[in-house]
């Protein structure tokens, strides 16, 4: 499986608190990165997970990449939702964390979910499509592989999800590899659903496919692929969300439980080593040079 750093840019935008997403665009999103760390970190324990958002006074950079799956869920906590995105900004901060990436051996990715439409007026002349086609060539060119989840108003809008088309196709979405862009239309399901059989979490899918648009989803080839758990993720997605989650709650308590024996541990060393050596400080002679050890009674011997 592929060693990876990405880089996961949420929509926090104000358009995400509609609620046609269950239960709104930005709690689906919360849902989605946890699956896509799941899914990149179990693929290669080596690869790590970064997140950052792209509304509000701009795009911030909540976690470098890590494997420590509560650092992102606090990153996500703290996240305010607020102002318009900035997309071709975001993708070019997530850049610059990818560049600076611990391992080097790791692969660079962006995974970008966007559920607002593209608007200049808001003021971000780098989200043009002319800005933009010209950011993924510069992505291209780095080996930066982006992915984009569009869902809600990057639907509906016909021009937001064209430019989207052609800045996946510039980086090299048609020929190249990995570079997907998922359409997740309203639907009774979480996105999350949706989202399980794309390339962007089946890395062990149809990964060098390529790809837009519904192609992207429908190129999955994640049915009938079972997990650890001996089950199929497309036909049953929410219990292997639920399990893959019960086993990392059960490791972390374990982890827990193990830290708490060897400091108890280390606690009772110490207090046997204090005891040890008030013992032998005990034992030597008294300051007036007599022995001081405590006097026996003598058995009487018979005259």
């Known amino acids: 499986m592929p060693l990876e750093a990405t880089m996961i840019v949420v929509d926090n935008s104000e358009t995400s608190r509609n609620g046609d997403y269950l239960p709104n665009r930005f709690s689906a999103q919360s849902e989605a990165v946890s699956l896509i760390f799941n899914a990149k970190t179990s693929s290669n324990p080596e690869s790590a997970v970064g997140l950052m958002s792209m509304a509000g006074t701009g795009p911030k950079v909540l976690n470098t990449p890590t494997t420590n799956h509560g650092a992102v869920l606090a990153g996500l906590h703290e996240t305010k939702i607020k102002g318009h995105i900035r997309l071709g900004t975001a993708i070019s901060v997530a850049m610059l964390a990818l560049h600076h990436r611990a391992n080097k051996s790791q692969r660079q990715r962006i995974v970008v979910l966007i559920c607002s439409e593209l608007d200049t007026k808001f003021g971000d002349k780098n989200d043009t499509e002319k800005e933009l086609i010209k950011l993924a060539k510069k992505c291209k060119k780095n080996n930066v ?21 052609k800045f996946v196709e510039a980086v ?22 949706s989202l399980i059989t794309t390339p962007i979490v089946n890395v062990g899918g149809d990964a060098g496919a390529g790809g837009s648009g519904m192609e992207g989803v429908e190129a999955s080839g994640g049915a009938g692929r ?27 308590r374990l982890e827990r439980e193990r830290r708490a024996r060897e400091e108890e541990e280390r606690r009772n060393a110490d207090r046997m080593e204090t005891i040890t050596e008030e013992g032998q400080a005990g034992s030597g002679d008294n300051k007036d040079g007599t022995d001081s050890k405590q006097p026996r009674v003598e058995d009487d011997k018979p005259e």
């Open 145 to 165: 592989s982006v992915d984009f989840v569009a869902f809600g108003d990057a639907v509906s809008d016909s021009s937001t999800k064209a430019t989207l088309e």
């Open 172 to 193: 090299g979405g048609t020929s190249g590899e990995g570079n997907y862009l998922a359409v997740i239309p309203p639907g009774p399901g979480l996105l999350s659903d």
């Open 226 to 252: 079972f997990d650890e758990f001996g089950i199929d993720p497309a036909a049953d997605p929410e219990l292997a969300m639920a399990l893959r989650m019960s086993m990392e709650e059960e490791q972390n």
